[in-house]
């Protein structure tokens, strides 16, 4: 884990907390005893959430209600990360996808796509180790995916903000790691959430073996950032894929790219 620090002192800082991945770590750290700022758009949600959490853990909740794709969302969640407690794990998973491709999209979808995936990740991220390299303690992760890897998915610019976090991530990781902070992307493939039905995509033609549980990947990428690892893909079915990714001849990846999502935005004119 991110510190030698008591259970009992430690705060994580969590975006997109109320579902998916982002309610995933939530349950996690708070079962492990971290205490938690909880961070999403919907207030009434996050009280539910908060009360559910030290209910059943015992653990101090936090929460702020804000919207990651305008700048007074970020200043928001900025001002906690620079404030005490500390923050000794930042989880970035807020993020969202778009249920048309590039040439059937707006300037306004695109540029919120591009606030909320990478804009809010930079500056969240900033913040978070100006104040983890002076104590010289603290993690983050940075949820990205195993489609920012190449470009599988025809139209999407979904896989090209997360090219962006996972290079971030790397890049980051490797000038924080000599002040004894950890900076790791989390690329899970498709994953059980509430991601895909509130972008409006069908899903129903992903093939069963392709899903992971969200815990799963939640559990294995607390375990890899344990090991100081920059990059985090799991399940060896994805490790596999990626490999693929990084590795196959351009020409054959642009055969045998498509969106296995299906008919993403065609019945839109």
């Not at 998916?20 to 999403?40: C, E, K, M, S, Y």
């Not at 893909?233 to 296995?260: C, E, F, I, M, N």
Request: with cysteine.
């Amino acid at each position: 884990m991110p510190s030698d620090q008591p259970s009992s002192e430690r705060w994580a800082l969590i975006t997109g907390a109320t579902a998916g991945i982002g309610a995933a770590f939530a349950r996690r750290l708070a079962a492990d005893g971290w205490h938690l700022v909880l961070v999403a758009r919907d207030a009434e949600r996050l009280a539910a959430q908060a009360a559910e959490l030290t209910g059943r853990h015992g653990v101090e909740t936090e929460t702020v209600a804000a919207d990651l794709s305008t700048d007074d969302g970020c200043a928001a969640v900025e001002r906690r990360l620079a404030d005490d407690p500390p923050v000794e794990l930042l989880v970035n998973n807020a993020g969202i996808s778009l249920n048309s491709p590039f040439l059937r999209s707006s300037p306004q979808d695109e540029a919120r796509l591009l606030r909320l995936n990478v804009h809010a990740v930079m500056r969240l991220t900033l913040v978070a180790l100006q104040s983890m390299t002076e104590r010289r303690s603290g993690a983050v992760i940075n949820v990205s995916s195993v489609a920012g890897f190449g470009a599988v998915m025809p139209g999407s610019t979904y896989s090209a903000s997360k090219a962006w976090v996972t290079n971030f991530s790397e890049s980051v990781g490797q000038s924080a790691r000599p002040f004894g902070v950890r900076v790791m992307a989390l690329c899970p493939g498709y994953t059980r959430t509430e991601f895909h039905q509130r972008a409006g995509i069908d899903m129903s033609k992903t093939p069963e073996w392709m899903w992971l549980d969200a815990s799963t990947v939640v559990d294995e990428a607390l375990r890899d950032l344990g090991k100081g690892r920059l990059v985090s893909v799991p399940s060896w079915k994805y490790k596999l894929a990626v490999a693929g990714l990084r590795h196959a001849p351009r020409r054959l990846l642009d055969v045998v790219a498509r969106d296995t999502r299906g008919r993403i935005g065609r019945d839109r004119g």
